[in-house]
């Protein structure tokens, strides 16, 4: 067996709607032995070795229902059984996952094993220590020599594994305020290897490590750390306290014991979870080797009084006290017959006890501290405790070194209470865990003495949430409700946005109407992420991670998402769940690739925003398999986009006051249209929109479309929408890439991304619309990863259509030979009749857009379809054609137009007229959002 891919899903994917693993493993030769010819020996070994697979309700649905299909029939196939060693592997670290999925992809002996995880790198780990050990436990003849691990020690592997994923784990404190924030709704996200999380996303964000807010006071955190000072503080305000003495040598540690008084506890001054800690001390000798430890974690230490009585952890959040509890040290209780050694054996067979934070208790060891303390009573690990005689193996009763605690927070006298709230509000801690010393909780310090010995900054919550006694209590809430107060947002408006053309050009639209109502918009897109129009990051920015990246921003109060089906099929989303998902379109884009070879499978993959979406599912009504995905949404509307003012279903449902976007034909031009519960709204007349060219670029008058579904469905007012769209045009600084045209040299340019038969149709549709007086030209080509199908209509929907065509690649060949596209693409156009003159082949891009342009007559229209986006279109307006202005001629009205909005006059910029408006937004277009950001 071995793992030949894998896939790590960071939310919503084909698999399932929260993170998984996908894992495509090779059983090979173990194709031929399902778990019952791999017999009895097999299934009890690892049955032995995980015996929580007992639990396992398979496709039965009830214990045991596992085992019992790996005896019954013939079995179970070895990719299955493995799904099933993996999820239980991340059960024994105390991780609850329980989804698992595993299927034959096609080829003989694979499949694809999908199971749920918490933390990447230990899913990851299970997987390998998994099969490890299927490898360990095959028979002979099925090749179990020459798989296993002579090495291979199962006991020693599965608590290194443990305790790998305990390191990777939140600790008990950070998992309780994480499901508290689950069961509150609030989305959350890890920001690094340990306990710091963001609650809530973006400009609603708060962050916690462990028990340390957004809220928490950097001053507080100082006092409480300093143990010197928070004694005198809470004592100068009458609260009771130890005397204490502050000492940096062993000799002055004596002496402040002497002036104290015997017994004293000598401790480190800013040491925290009990390190260091001596208590009890009775005489110099001791209270030098009590100075000798505290040294090792700080270079001050302190002596202090020692006062009598059980240790109390009182924790107050947000000035109430929400919780208390006794702590009683890691201690074993003599029987007169078994050793400390084998006593402590005892208590540690106890299920709640495990390594680490791994359960509700720790295992008690037999360390330095526990030895002295054995030392101090006359005993060693090997004495005999009589009967009923406690040792203590440990001075302090934290839970994280082997002690218990027992839940009193009922029983708690009123005065203790306010004595506590005191002390945090004294120290300015929102969590504050105050250190009580008494022999009694329920009696008034007033009356039964006792004292704080410490304040703490970042309490643990582990002794409340799960208690060795009494009831377990919600601390994390207070918490919560401290950093989200009722009714307070913790989610931004989230739109993500699909399709096979035209997302990037929506999501702009959309990220443009939001910005004209003043809201900071996270924009993620193919060229890069945008932050309230200024670009943040450059590249293809359309998966989860950058979906991430917006939702961690704290300026950002909207988030626009394209989200392409590459992110999809490699991570997932990045979000659970969105307000708006919207699919364009379903064409044939990317078949071939990544398991996805026909349409209705790419429908599938696209289909995951609108089964997330929870507000509104916006489709369009005229592609069939978007259609189709209204069975599939849980969101609260359906709104339906048709260019088609008589689709049967569209005017079902608005019959039915459903939503819907729809274009009508009027005696002024086509009106964009919206529909909802019942209201028939007039928006915006399709020509008055930039982007459409006076409504002849029909694909964006589509775009425009659903953008306005969009932004209604997520609450922009109608005159908001008009605005945003009458302001948005398909200039190079606002929409780079998608229709740009440039104007200034004798014939007219128009520079485009498509890259796939569909949009390669609506461009050549709209070069006809455009009607130029003289020809028109085209820089035709496709990416080296299509389908040659793809390849040869992209090449067919262009005959005909052009005077002149230049056949170009692009500068990734993606798996073909150098001239291989465009010697396909010529050969198609000539086997549909284009004459053999009308084709040029320049291969190099640059190359050919040179030659596109040096062959461009005065109104003639060159096409260009571009892949290198920024060099090509610095290309375009570097290029001097014959009868351009010089410097000092008037210049065009378009370019006019562009220097105003770059910051000059109507006549050019104060620098020297229209040159310097060129300089200008050539240095733009390095920073692209500069000038973008003045477009908007």
């Known amino acids: 067996m071995k793992i030949l891919d894998r896939n790590i899903y ?105 199971f749920e995880y918490e933390r990447e790198e230990v899913g990851l780990e299970a997987a390998q220590l998994g099969l490890r050990l299927l490898h360990h436990l095959l028979p002979e003849e099925a ?97 009771p306290v130890a005397k204490q003495r502050l000492v940096y040598d062993e000799r002055a540690a004596q002496r402040a014991a002497r002036r104290i008084g015997f017994p004293v506890v000598v401790k480190p001054l800013d040491a925290n979870h009990g390190r260091g800690v001596s208590i009890g001390l009775g005489d110099d000798e001791a209270v030098r080797a009590a100075f000798e430890t505290a040294r090792i974690h700080s270079r001050a230490v302190i002596v202090e009084s020692f006062l009598a009585g059980f240790d109390h952890r009182l924790l107050v959040v947000d000035g109430k006290l929400v919780a208390a509890s006794k702590r009683v040290a890691g201690h074993v209780v003599g029987d007169g017959q078994r050793t400390v050694e084998e006593l402590m054996e005892l208590v540690n067979q106890d299920p709640r006890r495990g390594i680490g934070h791994e359960k509700v208790l720790t295992r008690l060891e037999l360390d330095y501290q526990a030895n002295r303390l054995l030392e101090l009573r006359g005993l060693t690990k090997d004495s005999v405790p009589p009967a009923g005689e406690v040792v203590y193996l440990r001075s302090t009763g934290n839970l994280s070194t082997g002690g218990t605690a027992v839940d009193v927070t009922d029983v708690i006298h009123p005065d203790n209470r306010d004595m506590a709230e005191r002390a945090a509000r004294a120290i300015g801690l929102d969590v504050c865990g105050v250190d009580f010393l008494t022999e009694d909780i329920t009696v008034s310090y007033k009356v039964g003495g006792g004292g704080i010995c410490e304040v703490n900054a970042a309490p643990g919550f582990r002794m409340h949430v799960s208690p060795s006694e009494g009831t377990p209590r919600d601390v994390a809430g207070p918490v919560m409700d401290m950093l989200f107060p009722a009714g307070t947002p913790s989610r931004i408006p989230i739109a993500s946005i699909t399709g096979t053309n035209g997302k990037t050009t929506t999501a702009r639209m959309v990220a443009h109407i939001f910005k004209m109502t003043g809201k900071v918009t996270g924009l993620t897109t193919t060229d890069g992420i945008y932050v309230d129009g200024h670009l943040t990051v450059t590249g293809d920015m359309t998966g989860p991670t950058s979906a991430r990246i917006v939702l961690r921003d704290p300026k950002v109060e909207v988030a626009v998402l394209e989200t392409a089906r590459g992110g999809l099929l490699r991570s997932g989303l990045g979000f659970r769940r969105c307000d708006v998902g919207a699919v364009l379109n379903v064409q044939a884009d990317h078949l071939g690739l990544r398991g996805i070879d026909t349409l209705e499978e790419l429908a599938k993959v696209k289909r995951i925003v609108v089964e997330v979406a929870r507000g509104t599912a916006v489709l369009n009504a005229d592609d069939r398999l978007c259609l189709e995905m209204a069975g599939h949404t849980k969101s609260e509307h359906l709104c339906y986009v048709t260019m088609n003012p008589r689709h049967g279903l569209v005017r079902e449902h608005i019959q039915a006051n459903g939503r819907a976007v729809v274009l009508e034909q009027g005696m002024g031009g086509d009106m964009i249209t919206i529909y909802d519960h019942g209201q028939h709204i007039p928006l915006l007349w399709s020509h008055l929109i930039p982007a459409t060219l006076d409504g002849r670029a029909l694909h964006n008058v589509q775009n425009a479309m659903f953008a306005a579904g969009i932004a209604y469905s997520m609450g922009v007012a109608l005159e908001e929408i008009r605005h945003g769209l009458r302001t948005f045009d398909t200039t190079y600084f606002q929409t780079p890439g998608r229709m740009n045209i440039f104007d200034d040299h004798p014939f007219k340019v128009v520079m485009d991304y498509g890259h796939n038969p569909a949009a390669v149709k609506a461009m050549v549709e709209l070069s006809e619309r455009l009607e130029p007086k003289g020809r028109r030209l085209v820089v035709l080509a ?71 342009l040096e062959q461009a007559r005065k109104d003639d229209l060159l096409l260009i379809f571009a892949d290198a986006i920024s060099r090509t279109w610095a290309q375009i307006q570097d290029f001097q054609a014959e009868g351009a202005p010089r410097a000092g001629e008037e210049p065009s009205r378009r370019s006019v137009d562009l220097g105003e909005r770059l910051g000059g006059g109507r006549g050019g910029f104060e620098t020297g007229g229209f040159e310097a408006g060129v300089e200008l937004i050539r240095d733009a277009r390095g920073v692209r959002v500069a000038a973008g950001g003045e477009a908007d």
């Open 143 to 239: 090749g179990g020599a020459l798989l296993r691990d002579p090495g291979f020690r199962w006991e020693e592997e599965r608590d290194q594994f443990i305790r790998f994923a305990q390191r990777r784990a939140f600790g008990p404190s950070t998992a309780a305020l994480v499901k508290a924030a689950e069961e509150r709704d609030v989305p959350w996200m890890r920001l690094n290897r340990y306990s710091l999380v963001q609650l809530g996303h973006a400009c609603y964000g708060k962050k916690i490590q462990a028990t340390i807010t957004s809220e928490t006071r950097h001053i507080g955190v100082e006092i409480a750390s300093d143990k010197e000072e928070t004694n005198k503080m809470l004592g100068d305000l009458g609260l």
């Open 782 to 852: 496709a990416p080296g990863d299509r389908r040659d199908e793809d390849i040869r209509e992209i090449a067919a929907l262009c005959v005909g259509k052009f005077d002149r065509y230049i056949c170009r690649r692009d500068d990734k060949l993606r798996g073909r030979e150098s001239d291989e596209v465009p010697m396909m693409l010529r050969e198609t156009l000539l086997a549909h009749g284009v004459p053999e003159d009308a084709i040029e082949l320049v291969p190099e891009e640059q190359r050919a857009v040179a030659r596109a």
């Open 10 to 114: 960071l939310g919503p994917s084909l698999y399932a709607h929260f993170p998984v693993i996908r894992l495509t493993v090779d059983l090979g030769e173990l194709e031929e032995w399902p778990s019952v010819r791999l017999g009895e020996a097999f299934i009890g070994g690892l049955a032995e070795s995980l015996p929580g697979l007992a639990k396992h309700g398979c496709s039965y649905r009830e214990d045991g229902g596992f085992l019992r299909r790996l005896r019954e029939d013939q079995g179970t196939w070895l990719g299955h059984v493995f799904e099933h060693v993996v999820i239980e592997l991340q059960q024994i670290t105390g991780i609850a996952v329980t989804f698992g999925k595993t299927r034959g992809n096609g080829q003989y002996g694979q499949y694809d094993v999908v």
